[in-house]
T-cell receptor, first 114, second 113 residues
Framework: EAGVVQSPRYKIIEKKQPVAFWCNPI?????LYWYRQNLGQGPELLIR????????DSQLPKDRFSAERLKGVDSTLKIQPAELGDSAVYLCASSASRGSKTQYFGPGTRLLVL | KQEVTQIPAALSVPEGENLVLNCSFTDSAIYNLQWFRQDPGKGLTSLLLIQSSQREQTSGRLNASLDKSSGRSTLYIAASQPGDSATYLCAVIGAGGGNKLTFGTGTQLKVEL
């Protein structure tokens, strides 16, 4: 069974440019999460989806960040415009809606803003 | 607001040594606690999950304990190997629901030959 897939794995952009990250969760997982991990820190939740609905986006900087999960499967996280402080690893995770709800993480997208 | 702290931040041990990683959390109202492993440039791999009603979980050479009332958990690694070198992260899910993981900053472990 395929795990959580993320692309791209690495992205280097100049500040003020837009950037987008893509995530495909494990098949059948209704819940999808986007986390941001700064260097030397643990991941912090940005947004959580239940199917296509964003049920927790309290930590998402809405002035420049947006996310969508239109068909309740894969998801895109966008930053526009990017700032130097956005350099981090962006992790996607998914879990089933019932049962143990264990979160399975993708490999992440490492973003460097110059 | 839940805060999770991990001590030490980094640890270097010789191969074969037993070791303990520590995790503390400020709000004891948790649903469960997980220990993750993160290798450089990789995502997180779940190692052990302890429900709030449990005291410990074991998997191979790993044993995790939970003392919810004191807000502490430990991860014990027996007979460490160079392949255990990684960053170990502790995370809790609050009892309020939402399945939101709150992570500590991690312990970077190096096991030397």
């Amino acid at each position: 069974e395929a795990g959580v897939v993320q692309s791209p794995r690495y992205k280097i952009i100049e500040k003020k440019q837009p950037v987008a990250f893509w995530c495909n969760p494990i098949s059948g997982h209704n819940t999808l999460y986007w986390y941001r991990q700064n260097l030397g820190q643990g991941p912090e939740l940005l947004i959580r989806y239940e199917n296509e609905e964003a049920v927790d986006d309290s930590q998402l900087p809405k002035d420049r960040f947006s996310a969508e999960r239109l068909k309740g499967v894969d998801s895109t996280l966008k930053i526009q415009p990017a700032e130097l402080g956005d350099s981090a690893v962006y992790l996607c995770a998914s879990s089933a809606s019932r049962g143990s709800k264990t979160q399975y993480f993708g490999p992440g997208t490492r973003l460097l803003v110059l | 607001k839940q805060e999770v702290t991990q001590i030490p931040a980094a640890l270097s041990v010789p191969e074969g040594e037993n070791l303990v990683l520590n995790c503390s959390f400020t709000d004891s109202a948790i649903y469960n606690l997980q220990w993750f492993r993160q290798d450089p440039g990789k995502g997180l791999t779940s190692l052990l999950l302890i429900q709030s009603s449990q005291r410990e979980q074991t998997s191979g050479r790993l044993n995790a304990s939970l003392d919810k009332s004191s807000g502490r958990s430990t991860l014990y690694i027996a007979a460490s190997q160079p392949g255990d070198s990684a960053t170990y992260l502790c995370a809790v899910i609050g009892a309020g629901g939402g399945n939101k993981l709150t992570f500590g900053t991690g312990t970077q472990l190096k096991v030397e030959l």
